[in-house]
């Protein structure tokens, strides 16, 4: 059964902070939740608009986006 609440993570900052430092601070984290046990299941990254989040789900199949 698929999970009824879905988490946004938001660690990079939002929008006033420039993308590439986004994109960064959000693959330091999804480096963290890996180790911890989470895999990531889709990257969108859309530069052309302003977007970049990782779609990660936890050991128990939850899933929860890193932006």
Avoid: W
């Avoid at 929008?15 to 999804?30: G, I, M, N």
């Avoid at 963290?32 to 299941?41: N, Q, R």
């Avoid at 052309?48 to 128990?60: F, K, N, S, T």
Wanted: charged fraction near 25%; aromatic fraction near 2%; include cysteine.
């Amino acid at each position: 059964m698929k999970n009824r609440l879905h988490l946004d993570l938001k660690v990079g900052g939002g929008r006033s902070v420039p993308l590439p430092q986004r994109r960064s601070r959000a693959e330091a984290r999804v480096a963290e939740l890996s180790a911890a046990g989470a895999a990531t299941i889709r990257v969108s990254d859309l530069p052309e608009q302003d977007h970049y989040a990782v779609l990660m789900g936890d050991p128990e199949g939850n899933e929860f986006c890193v932006l």
